[in-house]
């Protein structure tokens, strides 16, 4: 296959799944995804405009990558490594502080995930920020940014999702993802459900 008929490829599967997005069939947008010649990026990049669009802040991106590193460096014990990444780290020496509690209460996560206890707020929060050092900002504005988690059963954890696109998306794309995130906070093994959260599944009903 030619370049030029790769890109005659591309740009008519940018049609189909633009005119998709656009009638907001998402499901379909993801079928034809699915069968064509895009990248993953590519899509994304079409989905930011019918979704939350999101600039990338070079700070914030670095200060995420920097925060990725000294998590990595704290769960074998290189402090070394730590005060040298802190050196020419856009972090202050707070929010290293508060990454090095976090490591240090991942025991406390894990007995309370067990037990049913565990603060899903706070969960959230650190689940998310683990996400966001995995993958650009304008996905994690798109995809991330609106999902939250219900603790279900034993080791089963809900991830609530703004839209069907959304959920479909996650399911299919960022499962693997989001079950490392959860991992790596509570300490543990969990079983993920996606769902449509509770107020738009309301909202979709009344409309029917």
């Known amino acids: 296959m030619t370049t030029t008929t790769e890109e005659q490829y591309?740009?008519?599967?940018k049609e189909r799944i633009t005119n998709a997005l656009a009638k907001g069939d998402f499901k379909a947008a993801i079928t034809f995804f699915n069968y064509s010649a895009l990248t993953t990026d590519e899509f994304?990049?079409?989905c930011q405009s019918y979704l939350t669009p999101g600039y990338d802040d070079l700070?914030?991106?670095?200060?995420?990558?920097?925060?990725?590193?000294?998590?990595?460096?704290?769960?074998?014990?290189?402090?070394?490594?730590v005060e040298l990444i802190v050196k020419t780290s856009a972090l202050t020496?707070?929010?290293?502080a508060d990454i090095k509690k976090d490591i240090t209460v991942q025991t406390d996560y894990h007995q309370a995930f067990d037990s049913g206890n565990v603060p899903l707020d706070d969960m959230r929060e650190k689940v998310l920020n683990y996400i966001s050092s995995q993958i650009s900002a304008p996905s994690y504005d798109t995809w991330?940014?609106?999902?939250?988690f219900e603790k279900q059963e034993e080791k089963a954890l809900i991830v609530y999702c703004p839209n069907e696109f959304a959920r479909d998306w996650l399911e299919e794309r960022y499962a693997a993802l989001i079950y490392e995130a959860v991992k790596l906070v509570v300490g543990t093994e969990t079983e993920l459900v996606f769902k449509l959260s509770p107020q738009k599944e309301d909202t979709f009903n009344s409309s029917l």
């Not at 914030?60 to 074998?76: G, N, Q, S, W, Y």
């Not at 991330?144 to 939250?148: L, N, R, W």
């Open 10 to 13: 591309k740009e008519f599967d």
């Open 144 to 148: 991330m940014k609106e999902i939250y």
């Open 93 to 96: 020496r707070t929010e290293v």
């Open 44 to 46: 994304e990049e079409l």
């Open 59 to 81: 700070q914030a991106f670095l200060k995420r990558k920097d925060e990725e590193r000294i998590r990595k460096a704290l769960t074998v014990n290189q402090a070394e490594l």
